[in-house]
């Protein structure tokens, strides 16, 4: 069983900084790439970044220069270090993993939770 836990969020003033956190755990015998997706109220889950396991990062760009992500391939973690935030940054935000697991033999893309970010103006 895989399991994808997320930390981090919480309020903030528009401006200021978030650092989202993601540790996968459980059956995992490695994993390709991370990353971190958002859904604002009324609206689709979106792309916010991702990490291969190479190092390759890609950031929508509503977040571009602003927002930044990293992996620890040993620990299967992957934090968003979240600078100058706005108001239109809220949302919940979703880790996401794609890895094999060794229980069902296969490749697949596991979410986490969730966790809030809210940016006051």
């Known amino acids: 069983q895989v399991q994808l836990v997320e930390s981090g969020g919480g309020l903030v003033q528009a401006g200021g900084s978030l650092r989202l956190s993601c540790a996968a755990s459980g059956s995992i015998f490695s994993i390709n790439t991370m990353g971190w997706y958002r859904q604002a109220p009324g609206k689709q889950r979106e792309l916010v970044a991702t990490i291969t396991d190479g190092g390759t990062s890609n950031y929508s760009n509503s977040v571009k220069g602003r927002f930044t992500i990293s992996r620890d391939t040993a620990k299967n973690t992957v934090s968003l270090q979240m600078n100058s935030l706005k108001p239109e940054d809220t949302a919940v935000y979703y880790c996401?993993?794609?890895?094999?697991?060794?229980?069902?033999?296969?490749?697949?893309?596991?979410w986490g939770q969730g966790t809030q970010v809210t940016v006051s103006p």
């Open positions: 996401k993993a794609v890895l094999y697991d060794v229980v069902v033999r296969g490749w697949s893309g596991y």
